[in-house]
Antibody, heavy 120, light 110 residues
Framework: QVQLVESGGGVVQPGRSLRLSCAAS????????MHWVRQAPGKGLEWMGV????????YYADSVKGRFTISRDNSKNTLDLQMNSLRAEDTAVYYC?????????????WGQGNLVTVSS | QSALTQPASVSGSPGQSITISCTGT?????????VSWYQQPPGEAPKLMIY???SRPSGVSDRFSGSKSGNTASLTISGLQAEDEGDYYC??????????FGGGTKVTVL
């Protein structure tokens, strides 16, 4: 069955960097776009960005453009989110989600979520 | 880009039907059929309930249905059950190749 397991979260000071990873299994990882979605405590879902199946095309939400970078390693079935210049408002549970073949569409499977806390 | 607009809360009695609206613009909901709906129980990850406006994934009850008219999409839950309580989010693909979510709707079964 499809599994998405995030790792790398924790507490980080404002202005510092953190890298999240998502290990995928149970499907042909290299055939699907992958997304990152976050949820601040007590708030709604916020789409962060998407990477195409081949890693060539990437799109980001305005709130993180220029600070966050999505990458993938199809040989290892892993998805990464590099977060730089972190701010208190980046505190959230971060989910990786399996998309469609195209970058548009829906999120069929979600990871369990990984909490990132930005605090001094 | 602003979030899609959803009512903050919707409630109904067991057995009733409720509808959650999701209003966007011609740059997202009004142009693309890539509208989807997610159910999120407290403390859990979201679950896909409807995709491509009105399609249901395998395993999702046929009590859940979706539709769209103009810039507004809707999720209808028929025969409301206690297990349907939770937060519901809509999402849409946009003209800028991004995705946006609605603010979420809390469903309460009275």
């Amino acid at each position: 069955q499809v599994q998405l397991v995030e790792s790398g979260g924790g507490v980080v000071q404002p202005g510092r960097s953190l890298r999240l990873s998502c290990a995928a299994s149970g499907f042909s990882f290299s055939s699907y776009a992958m997304h990152w979605v976050r949820q601040a405590p007590g708030k709604g879902l916020e789409w962060m960005g998407v990477i195409s199946y081949d890693g060539i095309n990437k799109y980001y939400a305005d709130s993180v453009k220029g600070r966050f970078t999505i990458s993938r390693d199809n040989s290892k079935n892993t998805l990464d989110l590099q977060m730089n210049s972190l701010r208190a408002e980046d505190t959230a549970v971060y989910y990786c989600a399996k998309g469609r073949v195209a970058i548009s569409g829906y999120f069929e499977y979600w990871g369990q979520g990984n909490l990132v806390t930005v605090s001094s | 880009q602003s979030a899609l607009t959803q009512p903050a809360s919707v409630s109904g009695s067991p057995g009733q039907s409720i509808t959650i609206s999701c209003t966007g613009t011609s740059s997202d909901v009004g142009t693309y059929d890539f509208v989807s709906w997610y159910q999120q129980p407290p403390g859990e990850a979201p679950k896909l309930m409807i995709y491509h406006v009105s399609s249901r994934p395998s395993g999702v009850s046929d009590r859940f249905s979706g539709s769209k008219s103009g810039n507004t999409a809707s999720l209808t839950i028929s025969g409301l059950q206690a297990e349907d309580e939770g937060d519901y989010y809509c999402s849409s693909y946009t003209f800028s190749s991004t995705t946006i979510f609605g603010g979420g709707t809390k469903v309460t079964v009275l």
